[in-house]
């Protein structure tokens, strides 16, 4: 059974695991490689964003396993506070079935309750499956950060898109 829900302290563990795997995955889609932070470090992590209004971390589960994560953080700049800024990954073997597209709906119940008017993320561009999820579901292209990122010793692109919340312009 699919479920979304808040993520837990306790679900730190997991949460490593997922994205160590995730990392080293040959279509390198997010820009850990190696490891991710420390359970110890994520479990501090989950426990500030439990008590922190601008920022939020969801999981999906499958028959209680998490296999998914979607966090969330509120530019804290005064003039872009209507925006937060996104971050999604889902197991290898869990891809194609929705769970991306429940966690981004999510997302947006979310960034209606914060009075969130715009959401970003960052993408590669190698990243097809994302690129086709991402646009799917109504994010648009914004423009293209050339070397935006350094990973593994080199630089790499990352193409910004953006939903706009329905009902907020």
Known sequence: MIRV??????????LVALAERVGREEGRWIL???SWRSAADERRYLKAV????????FVVEDDGSVVGRLSLARDPHPASQHVA?????????HRR???????LEEAVRWARDSGIRKLEL???????PALR??????FEREGLRREHYA???????AILMAYRIPGHG
């Open 133 to 138: 999820l991402y646009e799917a579901f109504g």
């Open 151 to 157: 990973r593994d010793g080199e630089y790499v692109d």
């Open 50 to 57: 439990q008590h922190h209004a601008d920022a939020a971390v």
């Open 85 to 93: 800024d996104l971050g999604l990954m889902v197991a290898a073997g």
């Open 32 to 34: 850990t490689t190696s």
């Open 97 to 103: 079935r929705g769970l991306g597209k429940a966690l």
């Open 5 to 14: 829900r808040r993520a837990d302290p306790a679900d730190a563990e997991a």
């Open 122 to 128: 960052h993408v590669f561009p190698w990243n097809d």
